[in-house]
Every structure is written in C-alpha cells, then in structure tokens.
C-alpha cells in the first residue's frame, strides 16, 4: 500500500483525458528481428490491448524513441502519443522513451 498520495500516483497512468488511472500488469513484448515485418508486432500489440480492455484497464504502451520506423508502426496501429520519459542509467546516459494509449 502506498505510503503518501504522490507514492499512489507512480502506479497510475494518464489516459487521453488527462485523468490519471491505475496502471495494474505489465509485458515486455519483443519481437525477433529475424521476423520482423510480418505482422508479428501489430498481432502483440493488439493481444495486449485487447487483454487489457476486457480487464477495464487503459491500455499504455511505453517505448524507446527509436527507431522510427517502429514508432511509425504504433501510430499506424491507432496508438495516440501521450507523453515521453526519459530513464537514467546506472552509466550516466538517458534512456528516452514516448508513452501511448489506444481508444480501440
């Protein structure tokens, strides 16, 4: 249980309202690049999304900033851009990253 309001509101999300909601469940989806371009990706993303609508949950996908023919592929599958990240490293550097919601 979280201890304060602002420890609640790292596990919500923010959906295409602006309202903040739960962010319950997580997946790592990754596809082989050996089977890139078949549609592998888009079936994975639409699996996940799905899952997470019959679960009354706001579908939230987050991912690095490239390449952009990947971001390319999100968009074209009805993700909306919500917000971007940026994730710091045990080495210095700075992981950035974008976050995106789907109505669908």
Not at 56 to 81: F, T
Request: proline share 7%.
């Amino acid at each position: 249980m979280p201890n304060t309001e602002k420890d609640a509101d790292k596990n919500r999300a923010p959906n295409r309202s602006g309202s903040r909601v739960e962010a319950r469940g997580r997946a790592r989806l990754l596809v082989d690049p050996d089977f890139r371009r078949r549609g592998v990706a888009r079936a994975l993303m639409q699996t996940a999304r799905s899952a997470a609508v019959a679960d009354q949950r706001v579908p939230v996908l987050e991912v690095v900033d490239s390449p952009p023919a990947a971001i390319a592929v999100y968009r074209d599958s009805g993700w909306v851009q919500i917000g971007r990240l940026s994730v710091p490293l045990q080495d210095g550097g700075v992981l950035h990253g974008l976050v995106f919601t789907s109505d669908e």
